[in-house]
């Protein structure tokens, strides 16, 4: 099992673009959750999807939205890029209905917006 | 809403010595603290989980409900424990997982 993945791994945009970021899940995890981590910041969570469906969502602005696949993979998806979204991007999985519910990290992927 | 702070963005001690790593919080209801480790061109994973109540690779942490805080500490740091830690918080009371870091410190140990 190589975990979770996510791609890409790295990514320029210019501002106003539109970006799709992917993940993978570990396998036998049915949730994703997304969280964004700006330069010397710790993770901030975006939003979290289980059964298809955004479950939480953190305080982040409708530019922000995301899809589940059948499959448990998920898309992130940030329309009209703004400077301040360059960050790294990680995606986590975890098994909902775990006694212990862990979050297992992606690689995550880098994005620049010039 | 929930904040978790760590007040060193970086720590340095020798080889042998004793590390403490501070997190405070601030929850009204019952979090579940983690701590997260990072270790360089790798990713975040999982260090240790207050509920467990076990030591990984030495390192321990209890949760303080009094003065809300989950230290990380380690009696002796080795030059493999360089790494960037994030204490993180869940609150238990919402469905879901989704988890509040802090952010982060960077832990140096030299020879």
């Known amino acids: 099992d190589a975990g979770v993945t996510q791609s890409p791994t790295h990514l320029i945009k210019t501002r106003g673009q539109q970006v799709t970021l992917r993940c993978s899940p570990k396998?036998?995890?049915?949730?994703v959750s997304w969280y964004q981590q700006a330069l010397g910041q710790g993770p901030q969570f975006i939003f979290q999807?289980?059964?298809?469906?955004?479950?939480q969502r953190g305080n982040f602005p409708d530019r922000f939205s995301g899809h589940q696949f059948p499959n448990y993979s998920s898309e992130l998806n940030v329309n009209a890029l703004l400077l301040g979204d360059s960050a790294l991007y990680l995606c986590?999985?975890?098994?909902?209905?775990?006694?212990?519910?862990?979050?297992?990290f992606g690689p995550g992927t880098r994005l620049l917006v010039l | 809403a929930q904040r978790v702070t760590q007040p060193e963005k970086l720590l340095s001690v020798f080889k042998g010595a004793p590390v403490e790593l501070k997190c405070n919080y601030s929850?009204?209801?019952?979090?579940?603290l983690f701590w997260y480790v990072q270790y360089s061109r790798q990713r975040l994973q999982l260090l240790l989980r207050?509920?467990s109540r076990e030591s990984i690779k030495g390192f321990t942490a209890d949760l303080n409900k009094g003065e809300t805080s989950f230290h990380l500490k380690k009696p002796f740091a080795q030059e493999e424990d360089s790494a960037m830690y994030y204490c993180?918080?869940?609150?238990?009371?919402?469905?879901?997982?989704?988890?509040?870091f802090g952010e982060g410190t960077q832990l140096t140990v030299n020879p």
């Open positions: 986590a999985s975890s098994f909902r209905l775990a006694v212990q519910e862990t979050q297992y």
């Open positions: 396998s036998g995890h049915d949730t």
């Open positions: 999807y289980y059964e298809e469906e955004e479950r």
């Open positions: 929850y009204s209801g019952s979090p579940e």
């Open positions: 207050h509920i």
């Open positions: 993180a918080l869940l609150p238990k009371e919402t469905s879901g997982s989704r988890l509040t």
